[in-house]
């Protein structure tokens, strides 16, 4: 089950598409004009959670719709984690312990590896290797075409954040997670040892971002925090009041941080000075679902049962579009439209630029796990323990002088 009962609640919910290299299509005034090119193999790909380090959930390319269910494949308890697309291959973890990597063209299982818990967090891939944290306290780092383990990190509680990665001196990569042990990890992806530990005063849940030497990422602890990438240092700590308690992802654009709270609100916060720039205020739902970053527009899950979209300039709301559950799951930005799944069992395109709906299919259970896109195909995990791929409806042929 995703919802933890800390003093408050925090929870884990967790998505694929971007062309690394390639600028993204314009999704509402284009993508994010910082978006850098990305980790992984060549092609198609969205290797880690909201598809780049910024955690910006923007994917390149044309989606069409309607969209016709293209394969399924089933596990043996729900997934709430979400895929990640690397070299032909989907990964995604299931409560039922399992990593699965599955062939994109027809949903077969290329391989799986098992863990003592549920995988809650969404894998990340790197160099062929594929991390993911579990609920049984470690983090592994799996072969992503054979998967055997290269090797483990045990920490002292569960891991429900994605794993994020930056470059170090002397050409080293470290890779950084967050753990319900209160502490954001520094690790060196060839072997697993620790670099560096930071510590909060709660837990950390959701999947920390990247830019430049800044890596930022709210706390349990009702803090955003900045830490020094290459130090593990603090840089700047925001203090978001009380019963702000950040259990999502954090995405970064143009010098803020754009996140929401548990004490319904969602901000943006200026790295620089720490000021609050808006606040998009609710009476009552909190928010737990990460941004898409459009280059206009901010786009969002909540928990009173509504898709938002805001200006990203002024916070001012731009339209909402209502659902019959939470929406926890994290929204894509893709050709002008957005991708999003709700606990009300039905994943939703929308038109970006009016909230209109262009497409919806009722999958039956809840949605917790965040869509991915990639090449004009929609993945996104279900409670019913299936991973789904959508793509493009068939075309009628048409004969010669038609």
Same mark, same amino acid.
């Given at each position: 089950?995703?919802?933890?009962?800390?003093?408050?609640?925090?929870?884990?919910?967790?998505?694929?598409?971007?062309?690394?290299?390639?600028?993204?299509?314009?999704?509402?005034?284009?993508?994010?004009?910082?978006?850098?090119?990305?980790?992984?193999?060549?092609?198609?790909?969205?290797?880690?959670?909201?598809?780049?380090?910024?955690?910006?959930?923007?994917?390149?390319?044309?989606?069409?719709?309607?969209?016709?269910?293209?394969?399924?494949?089933?596990?043996?308890? &729900? #997934?709430?984690?979400? @895929?990640? *697309?690397?070299?032909?291959?989907?990964?995604? $973890? =299931?409560? /039922?312990?399992? !990593? +699965? %990597?599955?062939?994109?063209?027809?949903?077969?299982?290329?391989?799986?590896?098992?863990?003592?818990? &549920? #995988?809650?967090?969404? @894998?990340? *891939?790197?160099?062929?290797?594929?991390?993911? $944290? =579990?609920? /049984?306290?470690? !983090? +592994? %780092?799996?072969?992503?075409?054979?998967?055997?383990?290269?090797?483990?990190?045990?920490?002292?509680?569960? #891991?429900?954040?994605?794993?994020?990665?930056?470059?170090?001196?002397?050409?080293?990569?470290?890779?950084?997670?967050?753990? +319900?042990?209160?502490?954001?990890?520094?690790?060196?992806?060839?072997?697993?040892?620790?670099?560096?530990?930071?510590?909060?005063?709660?837990?950390?849940?959701?999947?920390?971002?990247?830019?430049?030497?800044?890596?930022?990422?709210?706390?349990?602890?009702?803090?955003?925090?900045?830490?020094?990438?290459?130090?593990?240092?603090?840089?700047?700590?925001?203090?978001?009041?009380?019963?702000?308690?950040?259990?999502?992802?954090?995405?970064?654009?143009?010098?803020?941080?754009?996140?929401?709270?548990?004490?319904?609100?969602?901000?943006?916060?200026?790295?620089?000075?720490?000021?609050?720039?808006?606040?998009?205020?609710?009476?009552?739902?909190?928010?737990?679902?990460?941004?898409?970053?459009?280059?206009?527009?901010?786009?969002?899950?909540?928990?009173?049962?509504?898709?938002?979209?805001?200006?990203?300039?002024?916070?001012?709301?731009?339209?909402?579009?209502?659902?019959?559950?939470?929406?926890?799951?994290?929204?894509?930005?893709?050709?002008?439209?957005?991708?999003?799944?709700?606990?009300?069992?039905?994943?939703?395109?929308?038109?970006?630029?009016?909230?209109?709906?262009?497409?919806?299919?009722?999958?039956?259970?809840?949605?917790?796990?965040?869509?991915?896109?990639?090449?004009?195909?929609?993945?996104?995990?279900?409670?019913?323990?299936?991973?789904?791929?959508?793509?493009?409806?068939?075309?009628?042929?048409?004969?010669?002088?038609?």
């Amino acid at each position: 089950m995703v919802n933890v009962m800390l003093p408050i609640v925090c929870s884990a919910a967790l998505r694929w598409g971007t062309v690394f290299g390639l600028e993204a299509a314009p999704c509402v005034g284009g993508t994010p004009d910082d978006a850098p090119p990305g980790p992984g193999a060549e092609g198609a790909a969205w290797p880690m959670f909201r598809g780049d380090r910024q955690q910006r959930g923007v994917a390149p390319g044309a989606l069409e719709v309607p969209l016709r269910l293209l394969w399924t494949f089933e596990a043996t308890k &729900a #997934i709430t984690s979400s @895929p990640v *697309v690397a070299a032909g291959r989907a990964f995604v $973890g =299931s409560d /039922d312990g399992f !990593l +699965y %990597a599955v062939d994109l063209s027809d949903g077969s299982l290329a391989w799986k590896f098992q863990t003592e818990e &549920a #995988i809650e967090a969404p @894998p990340m *891939v790197l160099d062929d290797v594929v991390y993911v $944290g =579990s609920t /049984d306290y470690r !983090l +592994y %780092a799996i072969d992503a075409r054979t998967g055997e383990q290269r090797w483990r990190f045990e920490a002292d509680e569960k #891991i429900l954040s994605g794993v994020n990665w930056f470059h170090a001196p002397a050409g080293r990569t470290h890779i950084i997670f967050g753990c +319900y042990d209160n502490i954001l990890y520094c690790l060196n992806a060839a072997d697993g040892s620790v670099v560096w530990k930071y510590e909060t005063d709660n837990y950390v849940n959701g999947t920390a971002a990247i830019d430049g030497e800044r890596i930022v990422f709210g706390g349990c602890d009702a803090v955003l925090h900045v830490v020094n990438a290459a130090e593990g240092t603090s840089v700047k700590r925001v203090a978001l009041g009380e019963g702000c308690h950040v259990a999502g992802s954090v995405a970064l654009a143009d010098g803020s941080a754009y996140l929401g709270h548990y004490g319904n609100a969602f901000v943006r916060i200026d790295l620089e000075t720490g000021e609050v720039r808006w606040t998009y205020a609710n009476p009552r739902h909190a928010f737990f679902s990460a941004p898409a970053i459009g280059t206009d527009r901010v786009i969002f899950g909540g928990r009173d049962r509504n898709i938002h979209c805001v200006s990203r300039e002024t916070g001012e709301a731009m339209w909402t579009f209502p659902t019959r559950r939470q929406v926890d799951s994290s929204p894509v930005l893709c050709d002008g439209k957005v991708i999003a799944g709700s606990e009300d069992g039905t994943l939703y395109i929308l038109d970006a630029a009016t909230g209109s709906e262009l497409w919806s299919y009722d999958l039956g259970r809840s949605i917790i796990s965040s869509p991915a896109v990639v090449d004009g195909v929609v993945l996104i995990g279900c409670s019913d323990g299936r991973m789904y791929a959508f793509g493009p409806a068939e075309k009628e042929e048409r004969k010669p002088n038609d």
